[in-house]
């Protein structure tokens, strides 16, 4: 079925100039980008986006990272955009990234790895709100 997903091109990829390549990436896999722009997130953006994170150690590095450039959100659409995001993406540690995938190519760490996609359609949802609203989204 015809999905959307909700992705941000994150600090590490914006800061060295990746949006353009990552987004080919996205289209080349089959997404259409139908909202993007690009944001330099608040403490509160950080904080409100990870929550589900606020427990891990690793929360507070998350919320610095994401705050310390701009970062591209966006809402993707396509065939059952969640997961094939997800495959375009690769594995959240570029390590085990698959060859051809956008952490694989470009990611630096698993904490400074390039983009965050939605992991269901029931988050993608969540997620596309929190950060668009319904007239910044065409299809
Ligand atoms: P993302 O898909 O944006 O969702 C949560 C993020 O937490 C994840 O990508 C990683 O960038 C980050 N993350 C996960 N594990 C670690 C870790 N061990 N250290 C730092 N950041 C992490």
Redesign the pocket.
Known sequence: AIQRTFS?I?PDATKRNLTGAITKMLEDGGLRVVASKRIHMTKEQAEGF?AV?KE???FG??VE?MMSEPVVVQVLEGEDAVARNREIMGA?NPEEAAPGTIRKEYAL?????S???S?SLENAEIEIKFFFNDDEIVG
């Open positions: 941000i994150k990870y994170h891990r150690p690793f590095e998350l990272f959240t760490s698993i904490g400074e790895n983009v965050h996609g992991d």
